[in-house]
């Protein structure tokens, strides 16, 4: 199973997780990180996405674990791909790795703009373009794209932010992942925005389980995303007692995902930090109604 596509996995489980890990910074720390990302591995989830650092300063590792996890554990990998600093031999160069490896399956992404860097005429300035790259490329790949429950935060408006997401879909996605939310009411309100307008692709919710207040503090500023008072008060309430607050945030991330499969969403994307222990939590949680 581990050399097929992303989207046709999904469709054959009646419900299931996944799990997002991500690279080292540097190669001291790949034994750390690859161990953490097998731990994760071992239980079985339906895919797992590698990230790739901005600049695609960690490409080479992104690579080197996604072939690790799915040839020898047998976990179909997807690897992360961004674009804003490349240009079309530095991307077909990437693809051409990915394939030697067997990966098939790519997260497709602009990528964050890194600190002091000017784009030339060659770089890919949007995702699009990437998508479009990679199809010509070999139209074979299995591409999946990002949205934004509550707004690109370089969007001027959601309508806006859909429009471009609407042109992305067309060029060539398979599938959607969103951003981490919090508000389940938020996402399928987004949802019906995009049926209505006309992006019928399927949509993976992104869940990211929060374990500790610094954790929270740091992805609020990241994500953008919007935190519900129902987890305000729990913050409130156990945030200054790890233990507490870390079976809280993953009662309130499987609770979240549970409220996903009932409202017909199949397969739930978990934003794992490289943490088998919260992985493995969530996994339990879940294994009676993934079992089915």
Known sequence: MSDMKISEIVAEKKYSVSFEVFPP???DNMETVVTAARKIADLKPAFMSVTYGAGGGTSEYTVEIARQLQQEQGVPMMAHLTCITSDKETVDRQLVLLKEKGIQNILALRGDRP???EPTE???????????????FDPNFCIAG?????????????????KFLKEKV???MDFLITQMFFDNAAFYSYMYQLREAGIMVPVHPGIMPIVNATQMKR???LSGSQLPQRFRRI????????????QAGIAYATDQIIDLFANGFKTVHVYSMNNPTVAAAIMENLSKIIAL
């Open 122 to 136: 060659k770089n890919f300035k949007h995702a699009i373009e990437l998508v479009r790259e990679i199809k010509e």
């Open 115 to 117: 600190e002091g860097f």
């Open 219 to 221: 992805t609020l500023k």
């Open 25 to 27: 910074k540097t190669k």
């Open 146 to 162: 990002a949205c934004y429950p509550e707004t690109h935060p370089e969007a001027e408006t959601q309508q806006e932010d859909i």
């Open 235 to 246: 913050l409130d309430t156990f945030g200054s007692t790890p233990e507490c607050m870390r």
């Open 170 to 172: 067309d060029a060539g």
